[in-house]
């Protein structure tokens, strides 16, 4: 049955039937509501608002369900107030609303729904199951009366159970609305029991947080009052700092150091740790080494680079003779850096014999580059742990060489030479070669993780610098890591000018003398090198040049004398007989004889190639200590020669008539090479055919079945050494014309250069024709 009451909008409050309580009314609309009720059996319909906010609700800012309620008392407080006490009777839904001014008044239905009957044994289910629900609440929550549950527990009406739960659990407006708007009783307990579960949950969670923080609280405060008792006692003992003394002192140095973020967390919970250890704990040692490590680091230091090309290359020339392609290659890295600025440092590694002045000149790199210089010997590392450092688990862990290299250069941008790379090996330790993959890859050193720091290191901005004597073995992924840049051995020239410019000038002074005591010109100086040295490099050399400056000074103190002339008549008496010797061109042309040339890792050399003939059956015999390669290029020659026979005017049928015995002297040196074949080749055709070979012709090269000449390497060296020897013609592979610039312009100027593609070029320009 519809009826007709003044209607009240509630702001953020919502009445359930069964429910007696307070609220203030201040709008004028309200009160003029409430006036029409008292004048009217006291009867009001209330209902909450959408919007707690909305001033003055209109028909849509208000719920459909409401309350049908009794007005119980009206008071009058100071202003315009009005403290009014109700009682809700009975859900209602808005049908129509009657009169919007000045007040509310609306036909409202009520809900017949809890007139009917249920089955009573799913009522009284429900109803316990309510009940018990609530109760657990009631524990949990602490904001409700324990008397409320015992009330709710004796009431039978199960919408009144409903309803006062409902009302006394601290719900959303929104979802006091939904219980409200059921009107079906059973389908309400339904919802408030989904409700009190979720609210319940809540609250156990809320309670392990207080637990836990409460826990937090109580141990802060013990080791609070803890600590405390602990500077007492080291008071007492008149050890006023102890360890948190000297933890604010680390603390102190973290403020200042800048570290990035993961080292600055590292630290502290390190410090935390020692914080907690006994003093005289042999772990705390371990972390003070440890926090001390972090700060020793440079990780935000770094020197200013001097991009200053043409003083780079005045320091470069001034420290090392030669070594045209590293200089060269310093200078691009240089100028890219100057436009770039970010310019992530290259590696490069110098591949060459030993003495050649690959270590040396990382020192002069890092002169010119204004950067921090340190050596890292690889020379027989075959542990892993060397390169990325031990695992802070075992006893004496220290960080890798790497990660010390940088405390030892102070910057994060140092040069870093990597000396003898190719002597790493390996065994059941770890594999070091495979550790320095990270370490040499711009791709992924900007992350480096050491063992022991177990923290992100940017290798990035350091310059790496390898040395090997030899590819060979350095593992290929490794290799590809590295722009490699080859050093040959030092030619006769280069020698004399290093010793002259360097090595004599450092052994006069440390041998206590002056250029005034010794005197000694350059050709002296080629005499030591030519016949008292055979190396790449000039270890040796400066070795002979000190010996000679010690035997001076003994004269000059012995003798009384103040200047020593060392010539070349005089220098057996200082250096003793000679060591070495080195071929010169034949006297004269000679049949079956041709001279090659030669490379080894010491230089070049003259080879000669001696061939006789014999009555036989076609044997082709070989001697002279020889590889695979040349023995290969004898037969090949032979083939060739059997096929021109014709136009080499040579007896067709010489193999079933002729043994033919190739021999190389110097038989104890081996030799091996593609550069030997052409030269074989020449002296077989001239003992066959009777025509001499010139002696002021030398070769090299290597031949193929058809005759072709192939290319061959090391001509620089050859050429030095068959000027030497007084060669006035070279013969060598056509391929190989672009490599003539490279030999020194007083050479190329005094020799005639034969570029040959064929054998017939050869044989032209070696044979002496009648």
Same mark, same amino acid.
Request: aromatic share 6%.
């Given at each position: 049955?519809?009826?007709?009451?003044?209607?009240?909008?509630?702001?953020?409050?919502?009445?359930?039937?069964?429910?007696?309580?307070?609220?203030?009314?201040?709008?004028?609309?309200?009160?003029?509501?409430?006036?029409?009720?008292?004048?009217?059996?006291?009867?009001?319909?209330?209902?909450?608002?959408?919007?707690?906010?909305?001033?003055?609700?209109?028909?849509?800012?208000?719920?459909?369900?409401?309350?049908?309620?009794?007005?119980?008392?009206?008071?009058?407080?100071?202003?315009?107030?009005?403290?009014?006490?109700?009682?809700?009777?009975?859900?209602?839904?808005?049908?129509?609303?009657?009169?919007?001014?000045?007040?509310?008044?609306?036909?409202?239905?009520?809900?017949?729904?809890?007139?009917?009957?249920?089955?009573?044994?799913?009522?009284?289910?429900?109803?316990?199951?309510?009940?018990?629900?609530?109760?657990?609440?009631?524990?949990?929550?602490?904001?409700?009366?324990?008397?409320?549950?015992?009330? /709710?527990?004796?009431?039978?009406?199960?919408?009144?159970?409903?309803?006062? +739960?409902?009302?006394?659990?601290?719900?959303?407006?929104?979802?006091?609305?939904?219980?409200?708007?059921?009107?079906?009783?059973?389908?309400?307990?339904?919802?408030?029991?989904?409700?009190?579960?979720?609210?319940?949950?809540?609250?156990?969670?809320?309670?392990?947080?207080?637990?836990?923080?409460?826990?937090?609280?109580?141990?802060?405060?013990?080791?609070?009052?803890?600590?405390?008792?602990?500077?007492?006692?080291?008071?007492?003992?008149?050890?006023?700092?102890?360890?948190?003394?000297?933890?604010?002192?680390?603390? #102190?140095?973290?403020?200042?150091?800048?570290?990035?973020?993961?080292?600055?967390?590292?630290?502290?919970?390190?410090?935390?740790?020692?914080?907690?250890?006994?003093?005289?704990? #042999?772990?705390?040692?371990?972390?003070?080494?440890?926090?001390?490590?972090?700060?020793?680091?440079?990780?935000?230091?770094?020197?200013?680079?001097?991009?200053?090309?043409?003083?780079?290359?005045?320091?470069?020339?001034?420290?090392?003779?030669?070594?045209?392609?590293?200089?060269?290659? +310093?200078?691009?890295?240089?100028?890219?850096?100057?436009?770039?600025?970010?310019?992530?440092?290259? @590696?490069?590694?110098?591949?060459?014999?030993?003495?050649?002045?690959?270590?040396?000149?990382?020192?002069?790199?890092?002169?010119?580059?204004?950067?921090?210089?340190?050596?890292?010997?690889?020379?027989? /590392?075959?542990?892993?742990?060397?390169?990325?450092?031990?695992?802070?688990?075992? /006893?004496?862990?220290?960080?890798?060489?790497?990660?010390?290299?940088?405390?030892?250069?102070?910057?994060?941008?140092?040069?870093?030479?990597?000396?003898?790379?190719?002597?790493?090996?390996?065994?059941?330790?770890?594999?070091?070669?495979?550790?320095?993959?990270?370490?040499?890859?711009?791709?992924?050193?900007?992350?480096?993780?050491?063992?022991?720091?177990?923290?992100?290191?940017?290798?990035?901005?350091?310059?790496?610098?390898?040395?090997?004597?030899?590819?060979?073995?350095?593992?290929?992924?490794?290799?590809?890591?590295?722009?490699?840049?080859?050093?040959?051995?030092?030619?006769?020239?280069?020698?004399?000018?290093?010793?002259?410019?360097?090595?004599?000038?450092?052994?006069?002074?440390?041998?206590?003398?002056?250029?005034?005591?010794?005197?000694?010109?350059?050709?002296?100086?080629?005499?030591?090198?030519?016949?008292?040295?055979?190396?790449?490099?000039?270890?040796?050399?400066?070795?002979? @040049?000190?010996?000679?400056?010690?035997?001076?000074?003994?004269?000059?103190?012995?003798?009384?004398?103040?200047?020593?002339?060392?010539?070349?008549?005089?220098?057996?008496?200082?250096?003793?007989?000679?060591?070495?010797?080195?071929?010169?061109?034949?006297?004269?042309?000679?049949?079956?004889?041709?001279?090659?040339?030669?490379?080894?890792?010491?230089?070049?050399?003259?080879?000669?190639?001696?061939?006789?003939?014999?009555?036989?059956?076609?044997?082709?015999?070989?001697?002279?200590?020889?590889?695979?390669?040349?023995?290969?290029?004898?037969?090949?020659?032979?083939?060739?020669?059997?096929?021109?026979?014709?136009?080499?005017?040579?007896?067709?049928?010489?193999?079933?008539?002729?043994?033919?015995?190739?021999?190389?002297?110097?038989?104890?040196?081996?030799?091996?090479?593609?550069?030997?074949?052409?030269?074989?080749?020449?002296?077989?055709?001239?003992?066959?055919?009777?025509?001499?070979?010139?002696?002021?012709?030398?070769?090299?090269?290597?031949?193929?079945?058809?005759?072709?000449?192939?290319? +061959?390497?090391?001509?620089?060296?050859?050429?030095?050494?068959?000027?030497?020897?007084?060669?006035?013609?070279?013969?060598?592979?056509?391929?190989?014309?672009?490599?003539?610039?490279?030999?020194?312009?007083?050479?190329?100027?005094?020799?005639?250069?034969?570029?040959?593609?064929?054998?017939?070029?050869?044989?032209?320009?070696?044979?002496?024709?009648?």
């Amino acid at each position: 049955m519809a009826k007709t009451l003044p209607l009240l909008p509630l702001r953020g409050l919502t009445v359930f039937p069964f429910m007696t309580l307070y609220f203030d009314v201040g709008r004028e609309k309200s009160i003029k509501a409430l006036e029409e009720a008292m004048i009217n059996d006291q009867m009001i319909f209330l209902v909450a608002q959408k919007d707690a906010s909305t001033d003055s609700p209109g028909e849509g800012d208000i719920f459909n369900i409401g309350t049908i309620s009794k007005v119980k008392q009206l008071l009058k407080l100071q202003g315009d107030t009005i403290r009014v006490l109700v009682e809700g009777i009975s859900r209602a839904e808005v049908k129509n609303i009657i009169q919007r001014e000045p007040f509310f008044i609306a036909e409202v239905v009520e809900g017949h729904m809890e007139e009917e009957s249920f089955e009573p044994n799913e009522v009284e289910a429900l109803k316990r199951r309510l009940v018990s629900v609530f109760e657990d609440y009631v524990k949990l929550s602490g904001k409700v009366s324990p008397d409320t549950a015992l009330t /709710v527990s004796e009431i039978e009406n199960i919408s009144q159970v409903s309803d006062i +739960i409902a009302n006394n659990i601290p719900l959303k407006v929104e979802q006091k609305q939904e219980i409200l708007s059921e009107f079906h009783p059973l389908r309400r307990i339904e919802r408030l029991l989904k409700i009190i579960y979720q609210e319940t949950e809540i609250l156990e969670i809320e309670k392990d947080i207080n637990t836990k923080v409460r826990k937090q609280i109580d141990k802060v405060q013990k080791e609070y009052y803890l600590r405390e008792q602990i500077k007492a006692i080291q008071n007492e003992l008149g050890d006023r700092d102890g360890v948190s003394g000297e933890v604010e002192e680390y603390k #102190a140095r973290l403020e200042k150091a800048g570290l990035p973020e993961e080292a600055e967390k590292k630290v502290l919970k390190e410090l935390d740790r020692l914080l907690k250890m006994p003093s005289g704990s #042999a772990e705390g040692s371990v972390i003070r080494t440890y926090v001390d490590w972090i700060f020793d680091l440079p990780w935000n230091k770094s020197t200013q680079e001097d991009i200053d090309l043409a003083k780079a290359e005045e320091i470069l020339e001034q420290d090392h003779y030669g070594l045209a392609k590293v200089k060269e290659r +310093i200078i691009e890295y240089l100028a890219v850096h100057k436009l770039k600025n970010n310019l992530r440092g290259p @590696i490069l590694c110098l591949v060459g014999p030993p003495g050649v002045g690959k270590t040396s000149i990382a020192k002069s790199i890092a002169k010119a580059l204004n950067r921090n210089y340190v050596r890292i010997s690889l020379g027989g /590392v075959k542990d892993e742990s060397e390169i990325r450092g031990h695992r802070r688990t075992y /006893v004496g862990s220290m960080p890798g060489r790497i990660i010390s290299a940088l405390k030892q250069a102070g910057s994060n941008n140092p040069l870093i030479l990597l000396d003898e790379i190719d002597k790493m090996s390996s065994d059941f330790r770890g594999d070091p070669a495979s550790a320095m993959l990270e370490v040499l890859d711009a791709e992924q050193n900007f992350a480096f993780r050491d063992h022991y720091l177990e923290l992100p290191f940017n290798l990035s901005n350091a310059l790496f610098l390898t040395t090997a004597n030899s590819l060979e073995t350095i593992p290929r992924p490794l290799l590809d890591r590295m722009e490699v840049i080859p050093l040959s051995s030092y030619t006769e020239e280069d020698k004399a000018n290093i010793a002259m410019k360097y090595l004599l000038p450092k052994q006069i002074e440390l041998n206590g003398l002056t250029r005034k005591n010794l005197k000694i010109d350059e050709e002296t100086i080629r005499d030591i090198i030519n016949f008292y040295t055979r190396e790449a490099g000039v270890r040796n050399l400066e070795r002979e @040049i000190g010996s000679v400056c010690r035997k001076v000074a003994k004269t000059i103190v012995s003798e009384n004398k103040r200047v020593v002339t060392v010539t070349k008549s005089n220098l057996e008496k200082y250096l003793g007989i000679k060591k070495y010797r080195f071929d010169f061109a034949n006297e004269k042309d000679q049949v079956g004889i041709a001279t090659g040339l030669a490379w080894t890792p010491v230089g070049g050399d003259t080879l000669s190639i001696e061939v006789n003939l014999m009555n036989g059956n076609g044997k082709l015999e070989l001697t002279g200590h020889l590889g695979d390669v040349m023995k290969e290029s004898a037969r090949a020659a032979m083939s060739y020669i059997r096929s021109e026979c014709k136009d080499l005017k040579i007896d067709e049928s010489f193999y079933e008539k002729k043994d033919i015995h190739i021999h190389v002297p110097e038989g104890a040196i081996p030799k091996d090479g593609p550069s030997a074949g052409i030269t074989l080749a020449t002296a077989m055709v001239s003992a066959l055919s009777g025509i001499p070979v010139s002696r002021k012709v030398a070769m090299t090269g290597e031949i193929t079945l058809r005759g072709r000449v192939l290319p +061959i390497g090391g001509l620089k060296e050859k050429v030095l050494a068959a000027h030497r020897a007084g060669i006035e013609t070279i013969i060598l592979p056509v391929d190989n014309k672009k490599d003539i610039d490279e030999i020194p312009e007083n050479v190329r100027a005094s020799l005639k250069f034969i570029c040959a593609s064929d054998m017939k070029t050869v044989l032209k320009n070696a044979l002496v024709k009648a």
